[in-house]
């Protein structure tokens, strides 16, 4: 969270499936967690929501409200949870995108993009300090 900050694109339940794809598009994101007033979570939609009711209702299901697509029981985080929980998390439960919570408020998000960028880091950090080592 501290290297990616807390900034969440958020989009209302009442909201067509065609204005979220508009927003997907304009911040090149594949998830979008669904509120009402940017804080709360009501639920969160991906790419993968939107290509399964395209498939199942048709072309139909871009007039209809994002409510009618998202997921509703959502797994959230905490901020001091530790990172290989959250990676074991989103194996077991095959799932790319975990809101950050707070007292029932939203204050971030996390992605497997995230979590795998910050295992590279610790891999050449790593790698960095036993080269120094061997050379020694």
């Known amino acids: 969270m501290k290297r990616k900050g807390a900034t969440v ?10 204005e979220l794809l508009a927003l997907l598009d304009e911040h090149g994101i594949g998830a979008v967690v669904v509120s009402d007033d940017g804080q709360s979570l009501a639920g969160i939609v991906s790419e993968r929501d939107i290509v399964r009711h395209l498939h199942k209702d048709g072309a139909k299901v871009l007039d209809q409200p994002v ?14 949870d530790q990172l290989v929980e959250l990676e074991h998390t989103m ?3 095959r799932i790319r995108h975990v809101p950050v919570v707070v007292d029932g408020r939203l204050t971030g998000i996390v ?7 910050h295992r590279i880091t610790d891999l050449q ?4 300090q036993l080269s120094a080592y061997i050379q020694q």
């Open 9 to 18: 694109i958020t989009v209302r339940s009442d909201a067509s499936v065609t």
């Open 67 to 80: 409510s009618s697509i998202m997921t509703s029981e959502v797994q959230t985080c905490a901020p001091e």
């Open 91 to 93: 194996t077991e439960l």
């Open 111 to 117: 992605s497997i993009g995230d979590v795998v960028k």
């Open 125 to 128: 950090a790593e790698r960095d």
